[in-house]
DNA sequence: TAGATTGTTAATCGATTAACAATC
DNA sequence: TAGATTGTTAATCGATTAACAATC
């Protein structure tokens, strides 16, 4: 593991080759350019980031796609599960809730968090809703280090306050708002209102 | 206009600095250094980022709401409404389809494909399921120029061809894949699973 | 006028691309 | 050995930050 810092990017990219091999027959060796042009990039941008963790090819062959595999599943922390917190069991959250793919890469929803008291209590897909303002107890004790934030947007900054003290080390916020965080926090937000202007603005 | 190119992030920025302005007071004056802060940017980033579009402040004073807000608007394309068609009505479509942001954002869905034959006909939210056979003719006529792709992965890149033969020019496209795509249309990638396994990363 | 803040240029930083010696 | 492809260094590109003259 490296000691300087990895882009962000970089990482990204390491999770999208993992998704293309994923797809491959076990036992084939392929090239960088192969990889590469299985996702749309570049040979060496493949080798570039592989290199910040170390050397996984042999030179005048390729990649082991067994190996590489697991090196990146590895790399990235896959090798092993992460319970997530759900806060904000609206419509997005539901849909979140019931998606497999969460559960079968690894991120399986354990616990779920409302403020709304009509939901509270209720049960869906096994997990009873539980009152936000019992986040910190329950997460600090169920040892849940990923939140997922899919409140209205007004009380995402306040989830976040409560899930930090839980001991959450990352979020995926949905709600359309910036949130205030320290630096030690790892906070991704997927902002459907910014990419859907950005659409707009290049089709104007 | 610009007739360079404008990056993507700066255009984003901006779709950031007018949800910031829409809170705030219309007649209220303020510099780029609070815009900033508001945001968790710096005053630098703001005033480079609308200097791509020409000049909106005063020397001095700072930036009238108002304008500031009327001209970001009319730069990102959002003084109209843009229809969309949604590709794929399971769990995550049937969220987005009942999500009124959508619609108050000014991107309303407006016709709904699917290709599971249990599906077709019925009808949600006022909108008929037709067969994704029938995108390129519906799309066209309906001059739909946006499209969203909530399908499994397995069936993204043949909605995105069938879109694309219907006229749309931008997609957001939730499925978990690569999809290729000529350079004129504008693809971006809401992506759960590699925003969930970057988290991973950096929490390990 | 003095103080504040813009618009813009120059300096810095960081990521991508090109190129190639080393290696199988 | 000849051909192919890695790992890595150097060159390029592009975005961010710093700084300041112009302006209210």
Not at 2 to 26: G, H, M, N, T
Request: charged share 25%.
């Amino acid at each position: 593991m490296p000691q300087f810092k990895v882009p962000d990017v970089a990482i990204q990219r390491l999770s999208i080759y993992l998704r293309a091999l994923r797809k491959l027959e076990e036992n084939r060796i392929l090239s960088s350019l192969k990889l590469a042009e299985l996702i749309g990039t570049s040979d060496g941008q493949v080798r570039k980031d592989l290199a910040y963790f170390g050397e996984f090819g042999i030179p005048g062959q390729g990649y082991q796609v067994k190996k590489l595999r697991r090196e990146i599943t590895r790399i990235l922390g896959l090798d092993r599960t992460w319970k997530v917190a759900l806060a904000g069991v609206g419509k997005l959250g539901s849909a979140l809730l019931v998606y497999p793919g969460l559960r079968e890469s690894g991120f399986p929803i354990r616990v779920l968090f409302d403020n709304d008291p009509a939901k509270i209590g209720k049960v869906r897909e096994g997990l009873r809703i539980q009152s936000s303002e019992t986040i910190p107890q329950v997460v600090s004790q169920e040892e849940i280090k990923i939140g997922i934030i899919t409140t209205p947007a007004e009380a995402a900054q306040k989830v976040t306050n409560q899930l930090i003290k839980g001991g959450v080390r990352g979020i995926l916020n949905f709600a359309p708002t910036i949130i205030v965080h320290p630096s030690e926090l790892k906070l991704k937000n997927v902002d459907l209102s910014t990419n859907l202007e950005t659409l707009s603005y290049f089709l104007k």
